[in-house]
């Protein structure tokens, strides 16, 4: 039996009404796919790795800028291991945390850590660099970790890289990572 031609426009008109819905919902999406990391209720330890979403920056260019800029969100891919583990790259990433404080029983500070990135001497390749937003996504502050230049910059046991957070630190940062050999990074929150 032949498909009348109405029945077949219909089809093709709510197929293509479908896609237009579903690229709209895509872009109106939350700026975060992840899990938020419950900073506020946390006994011992936690690795933040399956908590991150991260974009590849082949191109090592992009600025913090480029990556808040709206509709670039979409672009962040959710990490599902403890560990960020990249391999051998000449890309930069880009990592996005969302913290949730409001667990927070008192004045607590926190660690956050990050495991070390492979740095060597004497190549200006690799580094962590920290951009902190506070709850509307207005940016608070940068750190260039390793420069020990903040006060809550602190130095660890294992040659990694850490600092004394709070609510105040933001609810939402973003990391530049890259690395003159793989890329492992541990992120811990203490």
């Given at each position: 039996?032949?498909?009348?031609?109405?029945?077949?426009?219909?089809?093709?008109?709510?197929?293509?009404?479908?896609?237009?819905?579903?690229?709209?919902?895509?872009?109106?999406?939350?700026?975060?796919?992840?899990?938020?990391?419950?900073?506020?209720?946390?006994?011992?330890?936690?690795?933040?790795?399956?908590?991150?979403?991260?974009?590849?920056?082949?191109?090592?260019?992009?600025?913090?800028?480029?990556i808040t800029s709206p509709g670039f969100g979409v672009n962040f891919i959710p990490y599902?291991?403890?560990?960020?583990?990249?391999?051998?790259?000449?890309?930069?990433?880009?990592?996005?945390?969302?913290?949730?404080?409001?667990?927070?029983?008192?004045?607590?500070?926190?660690?956050?850590?990050?495991?070390?990135?492979?740095?060597?001497?004497?190549?200006?390749?690799?580094?962590?660099?920290?951009?902190?937003?506070?709850?509307?996504?207005?940016?608070?502050?940068?750190?260039?970790l390793g420069t020990f230049e903040n006060q809550i910059e602190m130095r660890t046991l294992?040659?990694?890289?850490?600092?004394?957070?709070?609510?105040?630190?933001?609810?939402?940062?973003?990391?530049?990572?890259?690395?003159?050999?793989?890329?492992?990074?541990?992120?811990?929150?203490?």
């Amino acid at each position: 039996m032949k498909t009348p031609a109405r029945t077949t426009r219909f089809n093709q008109s709510a197929s293509g009404l479908l896609k237009i819905i579903l690229v709209t919902l895509l872009l109106l999406a939350p700026a975060s796919w992840a899990q938020l990391i419950p900073a506020g209720n946390i006994n011992g330890s936690l690795e933040l790795g399956p908590f991150i979403e991260y974009y590849e920056d082949q191109t090592e260019s992009l600025s913090f800028e480029d990556i808040t800029s709206p509709g670039f969100g979409v672009n962040f891919i959710p990490y599902d291991r403890d560990i960020l583990h990249f391999g051998i790259t000449q890309a930069a990433y880009w990592l996005r945390l969302n913290f949730d404080w409001s667990d927070l029983d008192e004045e607590v500070d926190r660690i956050l850590e990050f495991g070390p990135p492979k740095i060597v001497g004497g190549r200006v390749r690799g580094g962590i660099t920290i951009y902190a937003l506070d709850a509307s996504g207005s940016f608070l502050e940068q750190y260039t970790l390793g420069t020990f230049e903040n006060q809550i910059e602190m130095r660890t046991l294992s040659r990694g890289f850490a600092l004394r957070i709070d609510p105040a630190f933001g609810e939402q940062i973003y990391v530049r990572v890259s690395s003159a050999r793989p890329l492992r990074l541990p992120v811990t929150l203490w």
